[in-house]
Structures are given as C-alpha cells and as structure tokens.
C-alpha cells in the first residue's frame, strides 16, 4: 500500500509562506544579487486543470509574488492533436478563480515556433542535430534500455547540408508524418535514456488550435520548454519530480542553442491524492467514457469539480500550503483536502435548514392556516452575519431519519410521545403515526408547546434532540446531489503497483446519490448558482449550475462529519 501522508500539521496561516527547499534556492539567488524572479506556470491545454496543478501554481505564482517577481502563464501548446481552445480557455478560468493574476503576461509556445525552428536550424548548423529517417518503431529499438546502451541511427553522420535540407523540406510540407525527424546528436550511449539522441521536432499534418496549418513540423517539449523559458526570461521552471532526468537535456538546449538568458529547472514532489486520479489522460476518459458528467462534474478533482461541488479557492490554497513542497514524492489523504474545504465554509457558509427526505409532522393544536416567522441566526459564531426570518406554520417537514417509531437504545430524536425540540421555533410531541396500506409512516401528528417560542421552555424542561424542519407550505422542492467518492480503490492511479489498471473497474457505482424532492426554506430557492450554505445537521451545500427557477439543485461539498482530523489527532 502507499505511504499515506496524515500527519500534515494543523491550520496556520503563517505555514502558506513557510520555506521550502525551492523558497530557500530562490532567497539564495535573491541574495546572491538576482534582480527580479520569473517563474512560469506551463499548463499544455490539452485537458482542464486538476487539484496537482493547483499545487504548482500556488507555488510558481506564489514564489513570484513573495519575491516581488513575475509569473508567466505559458501554454504549452506543441502538440496540436490533443489541444483545443476549450482547455486554453478553462485554464485561465481556474487560474483566476484560484485568485492569481498574470496580467498581460500570457504566452503562448506557438508564439515561439518561428524561433525555435531559427534556434533547430542554428543546432544543425554547429553539427549538434541530424535529421534521422528511422520509423517509430526503429528508433525504440536502436534508443536501447536501461540496462543496454543505445545504437547510433545510420542517419547520424548525415552532412550539415544535407540535415538542413531535409529539415526545411520538412517544414514545406514535403514528407509525410513519420517520414524523418530531427533528433538532437548527444550520445547513444549515455546511461540516461532522455540524453540518446532525443528528438526535437517531428512531422504531424493537423490542424493546431491557434497556428492553424502554418506549421507541419512541431517541436518536442524537452526542446520547446527551455527555450521558451529563457525567451520569456524565467529564471526558476519549476517542475515535477519526473524531469529530472530531462534536467541534463534541458542544460544542454540552453547551452547549446544560445538563447538570450540562462533559465534552470528545479523538481519538486507532485501531488498525489488517495482515492483520486489525477492524470489528463486518465481524468480525460472519464469524461468521454461518460462515467462523469463532464470535467467539472463535481467528483472530479479538477478545479472546475471542487469549484462547483463547493470548495472555496481559500480552502484550495490552504490545503496547498498545508501540503507542502517536498523532494520525495508521497500520497496525502483526500480526507485533508475535504477537511480544509469544511474548516473554511464552516468560516463563511451562512446556515439554512433543508429536509432531504421528508416526513411530515402535523401540528394538531397550532392553528389552521396561521403561519410566523422564527427568528434564526445565519451564523452562530458570527453575529456579523446577521438573522433572518424563517417561516413556521402547522404543518412541518422534517427529515424521515430524525424519527424511529420503537426508538433503538441511543436514539433519542423524535419517536412516539416523546418530546423534541424544533431548532429557534417550539417543543414539539408526537402523538400519532399514520401508516399507509404496507405499514409505512406516511405523516406524523403531533403538539407544539406555545410557551416554548424561540426553543426554549420556561420551566426548565428539557429534550434530548434538536431537529431541523421545513414549513411544508413555505417550502420549496429542490434536488440535492451527494457524492461519495469516485473511486473504491484507494489508489487507483496505480502508485503502488505502478500497474495500468483499468480504472473503470475501481469505480464506485454509488458515487452520486441525486436526492428529489427535497424540502429547502424559502430563501434558499431564490440562491444564486454557486453560493454556499451549512445545512443544519447535514453538511455544506452549493448551488449548482443545473439549478432552473423553481427548481434549484444543490450539490453537497461535504459532510460535516471529519474524519481527517479524527485519524489526525485534531478535533
Ligand atoms: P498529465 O497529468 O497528463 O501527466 P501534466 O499534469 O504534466 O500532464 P501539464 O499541463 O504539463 O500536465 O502540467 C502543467 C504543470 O503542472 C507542470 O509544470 C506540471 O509539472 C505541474 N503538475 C502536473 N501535475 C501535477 C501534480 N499532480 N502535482 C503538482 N504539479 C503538477
Ligand atoms: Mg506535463
């Protein structure tokens, strides 16, 4: 089994800006006399941004912002068969809503086609590239494995003229995909497999998202990404831990093609989330596989997901900050992440009162066709929040759970003649249970104390339970979605068998629960797509876009129960 991380310390603001080893690296720079730091956020829109990109973008932005420095959102867009303005566009929706800025410094790697091919052409030239004309298949074979040097290609002693002229022939459009390559002339031999000859440029005849078909030949990323970096003048490129040994290749374009400024590369541990895939290729068959609604759908662990299942960018950053940034990757409980997203809109989610599965409760001495408002706070801890006006009436909805006709041991809601409070309205009883024809509760009847107004008796007396409630002719219907987690396997990227499961046998068949008829107080039935409320008892709630007038939907962030911080040792 992976290694799951708990033991991730408490909330603490000052933790978000604690120094990590790449912090450290950049304040000694700093100090060493480096004027201004760039960094670079380097998503390729060829899917939507998920919570591991959070992580690196709270770290590239968040580098830059503490010192005073820039961050550039660059595109890696190089290969034009998987990209798609779609992505282009839902990343710098997320990026926003994660509460970063790049201003007008957005990018583009297609922006820096006609340079990169100026920079190949320059490597050719200095006799550091050769255009090879093996197929796919064959360049596997003569690349070697880990345990066996690599060939050299009979192409490799091509002349410099001849490799330009194929090179640029291959720019005009006159060879099929696959037909040559250009490879860069290190060395077969090396015992990093990323230094045989890598190639920097291939042929693909399609269709790119912004370049259109201006171009036919398009650069490999361990050739585009540290140009790109140094034409934009970024001085840290920050990255995952599987670069590493691109690192060496990295250093060798920038020395060897000579651009304008000199960047580096440093990796850090990527994140890794138990219960949760968190790769493009694997997030991307969800969605065209239909086992999810689409890439936001609220169990994905994208950034469109989390934000309309509920999460606030605040609670997004924290768990980031809590995380960390390590050298060694590790797998952290899902159960933290739910934990910050809980602690933050338990912060600022005004409370409301929703049945989910009503039973009604009518009130027999409380009068007919009378109604009042009960006066409720939005926030108990937060008098700033203010009140508001809950309307009571005889009949009353309350939640089908909350009532057990041969009450068990240690229940003690409601249940025949006994008495329960109804949370800031009266003391209630039950007195009758009406059943249908099969022997099913249907209703419930009852009494209500007046002198208990607001949930207080005057006498002392006192219930064992409080119960939430909704005046059934105030109501409103709504659907409420909970979700439980996507997958049953707690790893089902495959971390630790490093195997390539199919993961659609690892889902979990009750990962959505999508609740009708759900009874909601009025004012929630006016609430905006996306604003977020505590349901009493239940957990936290958002509106979800799906919501029509009169008929709002509301998916559950989380419940209110938190096991994170029980197996943590917090409570
Ligand atoms: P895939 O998920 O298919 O492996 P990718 O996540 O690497 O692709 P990119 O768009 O290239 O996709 O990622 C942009 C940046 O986000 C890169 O710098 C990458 O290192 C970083 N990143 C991606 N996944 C994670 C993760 N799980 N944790 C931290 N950073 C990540
Ligand atoms: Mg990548």
Same mark, same amino acid.
């Given at each position: 089994m992976s290694d799951v991380n708990t033991g991730v310390p408490a909330v603490n603001e000052s933790r978000e800006k604690s120094q990590d080893f790449i912090r450290e690296i950049v304040a000694a720079d700093v100090a060493g006399g480096r004027a201004t730091v760039v960094t670079r956020f380097p998503p390729e829109p060829n899917g939507y941004l998920h919570i591991g990109h959070a992580k690196a973008i709270c770290l590239d932005f968040g580098v830059a912002n503490e010192f005073g420095g820039y961050c550039n959102l660059r595109f890696d867009d190089t290969n034009p068969v998987k990209e798609d303005v779609e992505y282009v566009d839902s990343i710098k929706d997320d990026v926003r809503w994660l509460g970063f800025e790049w201003g007008d410094r957005e990018y583009f790697a297609s922006d820096y086609y006609e340079q990169l091919y100026q920079y190949a052409e320059r490597l050719i030239e200095k006799g550091l590239a050769y255009v090879d004309s093996l197929s796919a298949d064959q360049m596997r074979e003569y690349r070697g494995t880990l345990t066996s040097p690599g060939q050299d290609s009979p192409h490799r002693g091509r002349s410099v003229d001849e490799s330009l002229d194929l090179f640029r022939r291959m720019r005009a459009a006159e060879f099929p995909d696959g037909a040559h390559a250009l490879r860069a002339?290190?060395? #077969?031999? !090396?015992?990093?497999? /990323?230094?045989?000859?890598? *190639?920097l440029y291939r042929i693909r005849h399609a269709d790119h998202h912004r370049t259109g078909r201006t171009w036919c030949i398009y650069p490999m990323y361990d050739f585009a990404h540290p140009l790109s970096d140094a034409i934009e003048g970024v001085t840290h490129s920050l990255c995952t831990l599987e670069y590493v040994d691109h690192r060496p290749l990295y250093d060798w374009v920038i020395e060897h093609a000579g651009p304008p400024s000199r960047p580096h590369q440093y990796e850090f541990a990527r994140l890794n989330l138990s219960y949760t895939v968190m790769s493009k290729r694997k997030l991307l068959e969800l969605v065209e596989r239909r086992h *999810?609604?689409?890439?936001?759908?609220?169990? #994905?662990?994208t950034i469109s997901g989390l934000r309309r299942r509920g999460f606030t960018p605040e609670s997004i950053r924290d768990f980031c900050g809590r995380v960390g940034v390590a050298k060694k990757e590790n797998v952290i409980d899902v159960g933290l992440l739910e934990h910050c997203g809980r602690e933050d809109l338990n912060r600022r989610a005004p409370r409301a009162m929703a049945v989910l599965r009503p039973l009604k409760l009518v009130l027999t001495n409380y009068p007919e066709g009378q109604s009042e408002d009960m006066t409720m706070a939005n926030h108990a801890d937060d008098p700033s929040a203010g009140t508001r006006r809950v309307p009571f009436s005889r009949e009353i909805y309350i939640e089908r759970d909350d009532f057990m006709e041969t009450p068990a041991k240690k229940f003690f809601r409601l249940s025949p003649g006994r008495e329960v409070r109804l949370r800031s309205a009266y003391f209630v009883t039950c007195t009758e249970v009406v059943k249908d024809a099969s022997g099913q509760v249907v209703e419930l009847r009852g009494t209500y104390d007046p002198v208990t107004r607001g949930g207080d008796a005057p006498d002392g007396r006192k219930v064992k339970a409080t119960l939430h409630w909704v005046s059934a002719a105030h109501a409103v219907d709504a659907e409420v979605r909970l979700y439980d987690r996507l997958? /049953? !396997?707690?790893d089902p990227d495959g971390h630790a068998a490093r195997s390539d499961t199919d993961i659609t046998a690892l889902l979990n068949p009750g990962s959505l629960e999508a609740v009708q008829g759900c009874k909601i107080e009025p004012m929630l039935g006016a609430a905006a797509a996306g604003s977020r409320y505590q349901f009493e008892r239940l957990g936290y709630f958002a509106v979800d876009p799906d919501s029509k007038p009169g008929a709002p939907v509301f998916n559950r962030t989380v419940s209110l129960k938190d096991t994170w911080a029980k197996v943590a040792g917090h409570t």
């Open positions: 002339k290190i060395d #077969m031999r !090396s015992p990093n497999i /990323t230094m045989r000859d890598p *190639v *999810v609604r689409g890439w936001d759908d609220p169990r #994905m662990p997958f /049953t !396997s707690e």
